[in-house]
């Protein structure tokens, strides 16, 4: 039982390039988020999925995109980065209830680099 | 607008000490009250949590105390360890019924424990 796994660990990019980071868990959970976590601001959302084939915007959504085209798996694209994404990105995952808030389960983080 | 706040941004402790945490919130209708511990590299992980109806929860050697009607929760490790030392983050979500509970952060607090 893996739990939540990010790729890649470290990325470096330049100015206008793409990427995408995987997150992917496999604890059956349904639902699903991304954070970003800078010095002195603490975690903050980017885009949050509540099931397969669903996204939706948190935070701190602009710049990014999200997919969630598998339950196991939530995709966070940088179309065009800039200097300001820089940051560590962590997925984390729980489980849905009604009106019940389950403990979210977070992945090892990914630090890009955008120069 | 930050809507939970943390202080100190960072702490040192003597090994067998208490290491006080402190966080206030700004919106009454928040209903879950967690703390995560995050190690270097790693990601935060759930330590412990209280919703508004107690006004203290104990597990072990940390304690959350919460005043609802100052708006305001900490978190106390007694007989602090070597081992504690880590960034702590405060959060904050509501409940909400057939969708994601988002968790507000506090900006972390990075506790040393010293020999």
Redesign the interface.
């Known amino acids: 039982n893996a739990g ?1 796994t990010q790729t890649p660990k470290f990325r470096v990019l330049k100015t206008g390039q793409s990427m995408t980071l995987l997150c992917a868990q496999d604890m059956n959970h349904e ?1 699903m ?1 991304w954070y970003r976590q800078d010095p ?6 980017i885009h ?3 099931g397969e084939g669903t996204t ?1 915007k ?2 701190v959504p602009d710049g990014y995109n999200v997919s969630r085209l598998k339950k196991q798996n939530f995709l966070l694209g940088l179309e065009s980065a800039a200097p300001s994404q820089t940051s560590v990105y ?1 997925c ?1 995952s ?1 489980y ?1 209830g ?4 389950y ?7 990914t630090r890009l680099t955008v120069t | 607008q930050q809507q ?1 706040k ?1 202080s100190p ?1 960072s702490l040192i402790v003597q090994k067998g000490g208490i290491s006080i945490i402190n966080c206030a919130y700004e919106n009454t209708a928040f209903d ?1 009250f ?1 703390w995560y511990q995050q190690f270097p ?6 330590l412990i ?1 209280i919703r508004p109806d107690v006004s203290e929860k104990k597990e072990g050697r940390f304690t959350i105390s919460f005043n609802k009607s100052a708006k305001q929760f900490s978190l106390h490790i007694m007989d602090s360890q070597p081992g504690d030392s880590a960034t702590y ?1 405060c959060a904050a ?1 509501i ?14 607090t990075r506790l040393q424990v010293t020999l």
Not at chain 2, 95 to 108: I, N
């Open positions: 939540v639902y988020y002195g601001m603490g975690l903050r959302l949050y999925s509540v939706a948190g935070e962590f984390a729980s849905s009604q009106g019940v808030l403990e979210q389960y977070f992945g090892p983080g | 939970v943390q941004q879950y967690p590299g790693k990601g935060p992980a759930l949590a983050f979500s409940r909400q019924a057939g969708t994601a509970s988002k968790l507000t952060f506090g900006t972390g």
